[in-house]
Nanobody, 123 residues
Framework: QVQLVESGGGSVQAGGSLRLSCAAS??????MAWFRQAPGKEREGVAR???????TYVESVKGRFTISKDNTKNTLYLQMNSLKPEDSAMYYC???????????????????WGQGTQVTVSS
């Protein structure tokens, strides 16, 4: 049974940093991603990483966020620096049972989700 458990969220001031973690269990994880959803908005992809470690980011977080994973610990990370108030959202990790990720970083491409961790950035 696939299980994804996020942690590391919290409240920070603008310009601060947070590191999110996602502990995964159930099968070897290759393609993994981070999504976020703010109140009243659709869930959007933030970053993804495939079995080779190739990463992709949404434009709004490029240069500020870094996705990585530790295969020995089956854990996915999202290092978030220079946080902005508009980064405030519930952050979710997700996975799909493929080595490579789909071309699009969209909700429909991922079948397994964590419960989310809240990130709040104050100005």
């Amino acid at each position: 049974q696939v299980q994804l458990v996020e942690s590391g969220g919290g409240s920070v001031q603008a310009g601060g940093s947070l590191r999110l973690s996602c502990a995964a269990s159930g099968y070897p994880f290759y393609c993994m991603a981070w999504f976020r959803q703010a109140p009243g908005k659709e869930r959007e992809g933030v970053a993804r990483i495939d079995g080779h470690g190739t990463t992709t980011y949404v434009e709004s977080v490029k240069g500020r966020f870094t996705i990585s994973k530790d295969n020995t610990k089956n854990t996915l990370y999202l290092q978030m620096n220079s946080l902005k108030p508009e980064d405030s959202a519930m952050y979710y990790c997700a996975t799909r049972p493929t080595f490579y990720c789909a071309e699009s970083l969209t909700v429909r491409e991922y079948g397994y989700w964590g419960q989310g961790t809240q990130v709040t950035v104050s100005s």
